[in-house]
């Protein structure tokens, strides 16, 4: 196949940014119409080995796996078998919150859109910690106040005693505060096992990835036959200098498999989202493929959720169907834009890799774009001093998120320090924010109550209460 000039572009700019971040393999994929027209592997899936990755390699997919839960839920209620707008408690009866009340509200609909009231919980590493126990990547996340002397998560029934023992404030009524839940998405595996009467591995495997011949799509890759999937890679600081070290050990969670456990190969997962870009398959009616690619939740300026599944407006007339997922030895992203034709798939075998970078040089490579045009442009916003006062203090969340908000008042300008990083904010909105990092806008949000008191932080898609003014 002849090599179109944005190919070219697009493969220096990609290897400049994998090479400058140390990211040790990756596969980048694009079909148009359903065929594939791009497909470039980058640098080792086994780095030590130096054996290059390809279409068929199986990366980790991360939280991707959350849209999959959600192709089960919709499958169910194409059955009769549930309604996303039945109560959680209906099929969950152990599940609870600090609000009696409010528990009996929150929906399976909610569930899926992130929106139960529940703010980012310390659970997902007790989830894991089986796998995460002889594991030296995870020797220091395990000191972490927020994690240490944890018990582990086994089931589901346990996942929901450790919710229903937080000592939580909720962010508000169900369906009003997007904030991502990893639990919700585990309690979803949950609902699917107990009306289905199937493991949620064996539901996905018999209901969406046969069907689809995802055959290198598996939660475990001892299913594979053959050694051609990524090894994991992880990130540390030695010296001041980024290390990036072999950390092989994939780790594990019975109860969250939901939220973010799935495996798969670039090719499948071209496969997979042809579902969003065609609106129906023998999986899906379309019906159901609509109601899971509408914008049920609002995440910011730019961003909706829907069921698994973020939305945001990328060009004129043209809607990016999105989804992220990231773990110790992964990052991942999975794109369609069904108005163009087009579903992509970026998978990498190390943690925080430059994915939203990568992504945004794809994009507007296929657009015809300057590589790193953003997503959106936002106009500056005046702030009087004495309101941005109100926004400094540090906010941190269950799941070791912490971030402190400063403000120079000579300068005028409110900080953010996330670790030790320091970058300025600058003001787009009413209590609305972005931090600029490796060239790429990200949105922040201050969350006030009804006296309009300063009570959370929005970060990306979290929400972090406040701690401390």
């Keep these: 196949m002849k090599t179109k000039a944005w190919e070219q572009t697009f493969e220096t700019f990609a290897q400049e940014l994998l090479d400058e971040l140390k990211v040790p393999g990756a596969v980048v994929a694009v079909a148009k119409d359903g065929e594939l027209i791009y497909e470039k592997g980058f640098g080792y899936r086994d780095r030590e080995a130096q054996l290059p990755p390809d279409l068929d390699t199986v990366f980790g997919i991360g939280s991707i796996t959350k849209s999959f839960t959600c192709v089960a839920i919709m499958q169910l209620q194409e059955e009769g078998k549930l309604s996303v707008h039945d109560p959680v408690v209906t099929y969950l009866p152990e599940f609870r ?7 009996r509200k929150v929906t399976i609909h909610h569930f899926m859109t992130h929106t139960p009231g529940l703010p980012p919980l310390s659970s997902l590493i007790p989830a894991m910690l089986r796998s995460m126990q002889d594991d030296p990547a995870a020797e220091e996340l395990l000191k972490h106040p927020e994690f240490a002397g944890k018990e582990p998560i086994d089931t589901f029934e346990q996942l929901m005693a450790y ?5 939580i404030e909720l962010l508000g009524p169900p369906g009003t505060e997007f904030s991502y839940s990893n639990d919700a998405f585990g309690l979803l595996g949950a609902i699917i096992e107990r009306v289905s009467g199937k493991s949620y591995e064996d539901y996905v495997k018999d209901h969406i990835l046969q069907p689809l011949g995802m055959e290198r799509s598996v939660f475990f890759v001892e299913e594979l036959h053959d050694d051609n ?5 992880s990130t540390r600081e030695k010296d001041g200098v980024k290390e990036v070290y072999r950390a092989p050990i994939w780790w594990d969670s019975p109860s969250m498999r939901a939220a973010g456990f799935l495996k798969a190969s670039a090719r499948d997962m071209l496969r997979y989202a042809e579902l969003y870009r065609t609106g129906g398959t023998k999986l899906l009616t379309p019906e159901s493929v609509t109601q899971m690619v509408s914008p049920h939740a609002k995440v910011d300026a730019l ?6 599944l973020g939305m945001l407006s990328f060009a004129e007339g043209v809607t990016l169907i999105q989804h992220t997922g990231g773990l110790k030895g992964i990052t991942a992203h999975m794109l369609i834009l069904p108005e163009a034709g087009l579903t992509g798939i970026l998978l990498t075998n190390v943690d925080d890799a430059p994915i939203t970078e990568l992504t945004l040089g794809l994009l507007n490579s296929l657009f ?12 500056d916003y005046e702030v009087p001093l004495a309101r941005m006062k109100s926004y400094a203090g540090a906010f941190k969340s269950g799941e070791g998120d ?7 008042e000579e300068a005028g300008q409110l900080h953010i320090q996330m670790g030790k990083e320091t970058l300025p904010l600058r003001s787009i909105g009413e209590d609305a924010f972005l931090f600029t990092r490796r060239e790429i806008d990200t949105l922040v949000r201050f969350v006030r109550n009804q006296d309009g008191e300063i009570k959370r932080f929005a970060l990306g898609s979290r929400q972090l209460p406040k701690v401390e003014s």
């Design 163 to 167: 919710i229903g023992d937080q000592p």
């Design 303 to 308: 961003r909706s959720y829907g069921y698994g």
């Design 97 to 103: 919150t600090p609000d009696e009340e409010h528990t």
């Design 402 to 408: 912490e971030v402190t908000i400063q403000l120079d």
């Design 229 to 233: 999937h990524s090894v994991l890679y």
């Design 368 to 379: 015809d774009r300057p590589l790193k045009t953003p997503f959106a442009t936002f106009a």
